[in-house]
């Protein structure tokens, strides 16, 4: 079967840095995405990756390894507002989206 | 402003009784999409159209229909609704579903979704 695996939950301060795991094992690769979601809000796209290593954009970075099954999305100088659900997305062979369940991330100041 | 629109963003029906969510955009994307998503889980996709061509899940309920009469609009109908029908409908689109490129091409864009409570 088809998996995405992510931490439930994950706790940090404001103003660090935090770094949010997925391992995925799917039928193919053809992508991954990370999305943001606010509570009772749609998601919204933060960012992709399809070949090997680090993307960054701002205050988030995501990296990708295609032979460990394995990304992570990485938060600097987290802000209160970046309280919200982190869903981790894979598309494999068929281009079909795998979701994981996302991670919670709560900020405190 | 491009957008996803999502009509009602709240809707409350009785168990059993018909309803009907909307889903607008103007991107004029290739491709629309509806997913359920429950309280802390992935959002699960039901069905999806690459411009007419209608795709279902294998495990989507018969309960669960959906129309797109133009490129704009999508709907989703919920026949019969139970209690377990619950949830956020997000719909989502993306200009081209199948397209494997470091483009922006495969990301989907979502409505703010519309909340169901079936009482």
């Known amino acids: 079967g088809q998996n995405i695996d992510q931490p439930t939950e994950m706790t940090a301060t404001e103003g660090a840095i935090v770094q949010i795991n997925c391992t995925y094992q799917t039928s193919g690769f053809n992508g991954l995405f990370w999305y943001q979601q606010h509570a009772g809000e749609a998601p919204t796209f933060l960012s992709y990756n399809v070949l090997d290593g680090l993307e960054e954009k701002g205050r988030f970075s995501s990296f990708l390894s295609r032979s460990k099954g394995y990304s992570y999305l990485l938060l600097k100088e987290l802000q209160m507002k970046d309280s919200a659900s982190y869903l981790c997305a894979v598309r494999d062979s068929n281009y079909q989206l795998i979701w994981g369940a996302g991670t919670k991330l709560i900020i405190k100041p | 402003d491009a957008m996803v629109i999502q009509n009602p963003r709240y809707q409350v029906t009785q168990f059993g009784k018909p309803v009907t969510l909307s889903c607008s955009q103007t991107l004029n994307h290739n491709v629309m999409y509806w997913y359920q998503q429950k309280s802390s889980q992935a959002p699960k996709l039901l069905f999806h159209?690459?411009?007419?061509?209608?795709?279902n899940e294998a495990d989507t309920p018969d309960n669960f229909q959906s129309r797109r009469p133009n490129t704009s609009f999508c709907f989703l109908d919920i026949r019969s609704p139970g209690l377990g029908d619950a949830a956020m409908y997000l719909c989502?689109?993306?200009?081209?579903?199948?397209?494997?490129?470091?483009?922006?091409?495969?990301?989907?864009?979502f409505g703010a979704g519309s909340r169901l409570t079936v009482l």
């Open positions: 989502a689109t993306s200009e081209d579903g199948g397209a494997s490129d470091f483009s922006g091409a495969n990301v989907l864009t």
């Open positions: 159209y690459y411009d007419k061509d209608f795709n």
